[in-house]
Antibody, heavy 119, light 110 residues
Framework: EVQLVESGGGLVQPGGSLRLSCAASGFTFSSYSMNWVRQAPGKGLEWVSYISTSGSTIYYADSVKGRFTISRDNAKNSLYLQMNSLRDDDTAVYYC????????????WGQGTLVTVSS | QSVLTQPPSASGTPGQRVTISCSGSSSNIGSNSVNWYQQLPGTAPKLVIYSNNQRPSGVPDRFSGSKSGTSASLAISGLQSEDEADYYCAAWDDSLNGWVFGGGTKLTVL
């Protein structure tokens, strides 16, 4: 069974930093590209970042470019999101999401971790 | 403002057929396939349609999808109370080099 478990969320002040982690199990992590997708309270889904299987290809949404860094450790079956210079509008549930290997899109999602940016 | 445009709400009575539209552009829906996600209250999104019109195993055949040009739609027939949820369309955008989502449609079963 595919499992994606996020951790690292919490309350942080504007301008602060936070590192999210996603522990993957139930599949060969190194064979799948991964994503972070977020959802502000009461709002829709917003894609944040993508990383390829080896980490050689990385994309970011314009809203986080230069502030967030995605990375992965295939030996530890883990995905990360380093978030710096956090702003109020970064407040959201952050989902770890697996890209399918058979079609263009996300096929599995974690349960999410809440990040609250507030003074 | 979402890149893909969906109606904010839709509704139907049990047993009815409802359709949710998703409008995009040549850089996303016009050149890439569309996926649909169902999000029940307080839970993570779940894939219900991929590659425009394919159903993952376990998704009832009441769910169907289609795409034409720069628009796509999700249809749910034989509506059931358990279908009440938010639905999102998504596609890769070649100009943005990222996934784009619709703003979501809240489906109410009356």
């Amino acid at each position: 069974e595919v499992q994606l478990v996020e951790s690292g969320g919490g309350l942080v002040q504007p301008g602060g930093s936070l590192r999210l982690s996603c522990a993957a199990s139930g599949f060969t992590f190194s064979s799948y590209s991964m994503n972070w997708v977020r959802q502000a309270p009461g709002k829709g889904l917003e894609w944040v970042s993508y990383i390829s299987t080896s980490g050689s290809t990385i994309y970011y949404a314009d809203s986080v470019k230069g502030r967030f860094t995605i990375s992965r450790d295939n030996a530890k079956n883990s995905l990360y999101l380093q978030m710096n210079s956090l702003r109020d509008d970064d407040t959201a549930v952050y989902y770890c999401a697996r890209s399918s290997s058979s079609f263009a899109g996300v096929d599995y999602w974690g349960q999410g971790t809440l990040v609250t940016v507030s003074s | 403002q979402s890149v893909l445009t969906q109606p904010p709400s839709a509704s139907g009575t049990p047993g009815q057929r409802v359709t949710i539209s998703c409008s995009g552009s040549s850089s996303n829906i016009g050149s890439n396939s569309v996926n649909w996600y169902q999000q029940l209250p307080g839970t993570a999104p779940k894939l219900v349609i991929y590659s425009n019109n394919q159903r993952p195993s376990g998704v009832p055949d009441r769910f169907s999808g289609s795409k034409s040009g720069t628009s796509a739609s999700l249809a749910i027939s034989g509506l059931q109370s358990e279908d009440e949820a938010d639905y999102y369309c998504a596609a890769w955008d070649d100009s943005l080099n990222g996934w784009v989502f619709g703003g979501g449609t809240k489906l109410t079963v009356l």
